[in-house]
């Protein structure tokens, strides 16, 4: 038998920890659980996703990688010495990867040079990975539709 609802489950003796229950897509956790019921002995957890959305999270041991957007409920089920089966659950919700901040100043291009030829410098922009340089024969006084015109 199977603990129900979105909380772990007490009745079977498993708890799992709830102590992070959102997570951000690409993060990984430790799962840990509390057995609550004697004699507990040695007794070896499995860990599983319930309901087949191993496309949300998967589980490596007791490591849940979230992969996407999505609510996954993941078990933890023993067998105690008396044979029965003890099962608790717990749902995890994984968020979108936060966008990037930027969070340094923008320096303004510095041009530099002579008729025909020009240098232009600046300062790098933390985490950007291109730049856009536009070019104008005329006076570029502004922009229109994020083009130069």
Known sequence: MRGGGGDSDNSQGVTIDKTKTTLIAGETLTLTATLNFTPTATATLTWSIEGGNNNIASINGD???ALTVGTVEISATTIALDGSTRTGTQRFRVTPVPPATITTAFNPPVATGTPNEVT???AAV???NSYKLY???GNLSGFE???PR
Do not use: P, Y
């Open 63 to 65: 490591i849940l990688h």
């Open 120 to 122: 232009i410098s600046w």
């Open 145 to 147: 539709n994020g083009d």
């Open 126 to 128: 933390a985490g950007a």
């Open 135 to 137: 070019q104008s024969a």
